[in-house]
């Protein structure tokens, strides 16, 4: 009982220093993985870089200490970064203080989804999740993820379309326009290295390699260049109207919005008062104003496009910079070669302090030592939004994380409890959540370096998370000239093991619709994104869709006997039936939805074998039958014995003759009628039901001699 409360006690059972020495190199190795992963991963989810840290603080520790598996390194991974960006996008600004928030409280709801579940033994729920539609989204998510990086990796900066596609190709058209080669080449150094070392020799940390060289040629190079400058020092008049346009129509938005919420205000106290004039007044004066922002934050967004389009260059005078179009630089003025840029969020840019860019993006400033512990706050409405969004991370990070605990113990030999899974996942985001995390899984390709370098139990995780904090402490003055772009180029290595098309091959060649699900759930992803929830959904929808078809119409074949003396379905082996007997097998439960098949199914025999005298149900194939379904089958025995067709049953189970019995429907058949194999059933009515037959030779006839 201890154990299953504490399941990381099992570990002490024959531990011994030998293995403590192997669980901490082991631990180490996974943390030069995991620490420039979780900064890429954090970034991807929306949050600023070292929020990846703390999300590779608690998390793995826990998720060891309370899961079942020994080698399974959690912390932030690439799939579920995304659905926390994607979850998040139309509730705040990524990396803005809400945003931040929402994500940490995600983390706090997919635990307690997580860990619900596990509690409750429910952990056979991520079934509904099948292969072929988590491998059409991982494809799907893994282009989306690398796509994603694009605009970091050519140091180019646009807005988010309503499709990712759309999005996509305004980076395209941005970087068409320029791109910062510097920031280029950095990610593509960075790529490099990786896959150069990878190649080379799996067990260097090429990711660790890679960030610490780039890092180091951005500090000696000097490849961030930022600067503030005020309105005035722009030269470039058509850049000078469009940040003055740009910010009148934010300070629109703003005024309008704080109208909005006045007349929000309004309109509860004309609900309250049940004044219909007064509500439709102050619900027509809200769809006004919604218009007028919505038209405010377009004409925002056009022209912060313009602004980033805006190319300077840098000309010292009166001892500071002065920007100038970059082809057109007064005579006798000399610029200092650089190629700036006015940096624009999502708020008014201020006169007095514009910031330029005339490099690239690093990191930046990291606070060191550990996060704030707190609770996430929790808000009612939030949570309503947040819910559906929860419970598609928590089974798609289960499901991963299971995926690869599974495949390692299969090489261990490991005994795995997916429950217990679930209980250490779900406690590992929701103490994450208190220590700032946002939602944190299973990683493969930290999974597997914890398993080739030996990792003998859980302690390894321990140590990973201890050189976490170690870093947090010490190092994060190191991590200020990481570049933006290597970043991307990490998430980009890292992603490109989920894209797997054979995987589409395989699922078209077990079944075609498996096939034709997994292709529609990478097609609908890659469409609706960055909506994957509806990609997800609809792959959902259409293998329910499929299982209930399937359970509505059941394989009904009629048997014969074959080449190899066995009984198989005529129909599919083309061989010849008896024309007085049809043994039919009914592959499936009897229950409500299919009872009539089985009727349609034995009235289509009936009409097209006019000889026919004998029914046999072989029964083996039904494993279970409702009230629906006996009634079915006792309407079905009335039928025939009233038209002078005779039935049997054969192979019945357990479960389904305790029904029978129950509803008297066995005495109604006949205990006599009741055969425990196909054979036997054949040979006590063959005799009976060929005497004056014409039939001149019938497959049937030899069952009985070799049963």
Known sequence: ??????????????????????????????????????????????????YGLYASFLPPLVAALFGSSRQLATGPVAVVSLMTSASLAPLATQGSEGYIAYAILLALMVGLFQFSLGVLRLGLVVNFL?????????????????????????????????????????????????????????????????YGLKRLNPRIPNVLVAVALTTFLSWAFGYQHDAKAPLAAVKDPAAAADIVHYNQAIDAATRLAAERTTLTATLDEAQASGDPVRIMEAEHGMSLLALEIERQKEEAGLYRAKIRDHLLAGVTE???????????????????????????????LKADGLAMIGGGSVVGSVPSGLPTFAIPKLDVKVLAKLLPFAAIIALLG?????????????????????????????????????????????????????????????????????????????????????????LAAVIMMAVIGLINVSGFVHAWQAKWYDGAISVISFVA?????????????????????????????????????????????????????????????????????????????????????????????????????????????????DRLRSAGIDISLSGVNETVLKVLERTHLLEKIGRDHVYPTMERAVCAIHEKTHADSHEEHCPLTTVCRLA
């Not at 997916?418 to 990683?443: D, H, K, R, T, Y």
């Not at 006019?610 to 009230?627: E, F, P, Q, T």
Request: charged share 15%.
């Open 130 to 194: 099948s292969h072929p539609v988590v491998g059409g989204f991982t494809n799907g998510a893994a282009i989306i993820i690398a796509t994603s990086q694009l605009e970091k990796m050519f140091g180019v900066s646009v807005d988010s379309a309503e499709h990712h596609y759309e999005t996509i190709m305004n980076v395209v058209r941005s970087a068409w326009h320029y791109t910062h080669w510097t920031t280029f080449l950095m990610g593509a150094l960075a790529f490099a290295i990786m």
């Open 525 to 637: 992803t890659l469409a609706f994104a960055p909506h994957l929830d509806k990609g997800i959904a609809i792959g959902v929808i259409l293998s329910l869709g499929v299982f209930l078809y399937k359970s509505m119409r059941p394989t009904v074949a009629s048997l014969s006997r074959a080449e190899d003396d066995a009984l198989h379905a005529a129909g599919l082996y083309g061989l010849k039936e008896c024309s007085y007997v049809d043994v039919v097998r009914f592959d499936g439960p009897l229950f409500f939805a299919n009872a009539s098949f089985l009727e349609d199914q034995i009235t289509a025999r009936m009409l097209a074998k006019r000889d026919l005298k004998h029914i046999v149900l072989a029964a083996s194939g039904i494993n279970d039958i409702d009230a629906s379904g006996e009634e079915a089958l006792s309407l079905l025995v």
């Open 318 to 348: 009166a001892g500071s910079l002065a920007f100038y179009p970059r082809d057109a630089v007064p005579d006798g003025l000399e610029s200092d070669g650089r190629t700036w840029r006015i940096k624009v969020g999502q708020t008014a």
């Open 398 to 486: 289960f499901m991963e994380a299971i995926s690869i605990a599974k495949a390692m113990a299969a090489k261990t030999g490991q005994r795995l409890d997916a429950n217990q899974e679930l209980i250490g996942q779900g406690l590992a985001n929701v103490l994450g959540s208190f220590g700032q995390s946002f939602p944190a899984s299973g990683s493969f390709s930290r999974s597997a370096v914890n398993l080739q370098a030996g990792a003998v139990s859980g302690l390894s995780s321990v140590f990973t998370s201890l050189a976490v904090v170690i870093v947090l402490f010490f190092f994060t003055p190191l991590l200020y000239h990481l570049p933006q772009s290597v």
């Open 1 to 50: 009982m201890v154990e299953k409360i504490f399941p990381f006690l099992a570990w002490f059972r024959s531990y011994n220093l030998a293995s403590l020495r192997t669980d901490a190199l082991s631990g180490l190795t996974v943390a030069l993985v995991l620490i420039p992963q979780s900064m890429a991963y954090a970034q991807l989810a929306g949050m600023p870089p070292y």
